[in-house]
């Protein structure tokens, strides 16, 4: 009867380590698994945040024309002011970056509006509007500078390129209207006389009037001087 109702030392012992060793190693398995998962998950959380972040800034340098983001300083804000002294309308700033143009402009009384083909760009520049009180008369859209009209704007405000200065300048003399204003910061259009010019060096900005690049404005005693330095 000890022998039928027992169970030897050898049998015990290898039931025990049957169930003991697999369990052990079970929970070491689902350990790892976790932190492979977690991992994993870390890891594709930044690169899709990185790429997030990176591709609006990265996109454009890609273009066959690139404008990248500068900003304007203090003087070439006050400048491009200067040359609004006096106008009316609409304003546009093409590539308005973190907003600063247009909502100097805003503040001097314009509706003003900026194309930006980076959104982050654009979303930071509707805060700025926001909290700078402005963000009725100061809006932020994200588009591509040539799918855009200019047609409905009398004041146009471009930090741009040499690149671009050229397909631009034929893009704004065939859409703007005679009264409308075009003013450049940084670099000027080629083949286009200013009729103002402010600033030096860097802040240097050009004002050039429709109406006279195409030879509509009276000649008067205050137009006898193609360029007038402000």
């Not at 027992?6 to 025990?16: A, D, H």
């Not at 509707?126 to 100061?138: N, T």
Request: charged fraction near 20%; aromatic fraction near 10%.
């Amino acid at each position: 009867m000890a022998r039928g109702g027992g169970t030897s030392p050898e049998i015990l012992e290898e039931t025990q380590l049957g169930c003991v060793l697999p369990t052990s190693l079970g929970t070491n398995s689902l350990k790892k698994s976790s932190w492979g998962v977690l991992i994993t998950g870390i890891v594709g959380g930044t690169l899709v945040a990185v790429y997030a972040v990176a591709t609006p800034f990265l996109t454009p340098a890609l273009r066959k024309i690139c404008l990248p983001f500068v900003p304007a300083t203090t003087k070439q804000i006050a400048n491009v002011v200067k040359m609004l002294h006096c106008r009316r309308g609409s304003l546009v700033d093409i590539g308005s970056g973190d907003g600063r143009i247009v909502i100097a402009a805003a503040k001097e009384g314009f509706t003003a509006v900026g194309y930006e083909l980076n959104p982050w760009l654009v979303w930071y520049s509707r805060y700025r509007a926001w909290r700078e009180g402005v963000q009725d008369s100061a809006k932020f859209y994200i588009s591509d500078l040539w799918k855009v009209t200019f047609s409905q704007y009398s004041n146009v405000v471009i930090f741009g390129v040499p690149q671009m200065m050229l397909r631009l300048k034929e893009k704004l003399a065939l859409e703007l209207e005679d009264d409308a204003r075009v003013i450049a910061c940084r670099f000027p259009f080629p083949g286009w006389t200013p009729d103002h010019v402010t600033g030096e060096g860097v802040d240097t900005v050009w004002a050039y009037d429709i109406s006279t690049l195409r030879g509509k404005r009276p000649q008067g005693p205050a137009h006898t001087q193609s360029v007038t330095q402000m």
